[in-house]
């Protein structure tokens, strides 16, 4: 079963930038989806970002126009470039594959600490 291991995050100031990598420990080419999943304290996890194995990617309305998800299937790796950071966007920030029905495919790894904080 692939596994995922999340790094990239730190502390950045609002208006700022990170850049987030998920390395799989196999091949994610024929994988239905890739996902950026977050989880703020106190809050369930929630889906910030997906793309297909065609290319389509959908993002959560609080992301959208910010956040970019794209897939290096050589390299069985998923970035997330995340811009124009705002507090809210402060969470535990989590990636996995996703199947036909929207489901993770795997047990969650530990994720990556984001917060964004003057």
């Known amino acids: 079963q692939v596994q995922f291991v999340e790094s990239g995050g730190g502390l950045v100031q609002p208006g700022g930038s990170l850049r987030l990598s998920c390395a799989a420990s196999?091949?994610?080419?024929?994988?239905?989806?890739m996902a950026w999943y977050r989880q703020a304290p106190g809050n369930e996890r929630e889906l910030v970002a997906r793309?297909?194995?065609?290319?389509?990617?959908n993002y959560a309305d609080s992301v959208k126009g910010r956040f970019t998800i794209s897939v290096d299937n050589a390299k069985n790796t998923v970035s997330l470039q995340m811009n124009s950071l705002k507090p809210e966007d402060t969470a535990v920030y989590y990636c996995?594959?996703?199947?036909?029905?929207?489901?993770?495919?795997?047990?969650w790894g530990q994720g990556t600490q984001v917060t964004v904080s003057s």
């Open positions: 793309i297909r194995s065609g290319g389509r990617t």
């Open positions: 996995n594959g996703m199947n036909a029905i929207s489901l993770p495919i795997t047990d």
């Open positions: 196999g091949s994610i080419s024929r994988l239905y989806a």
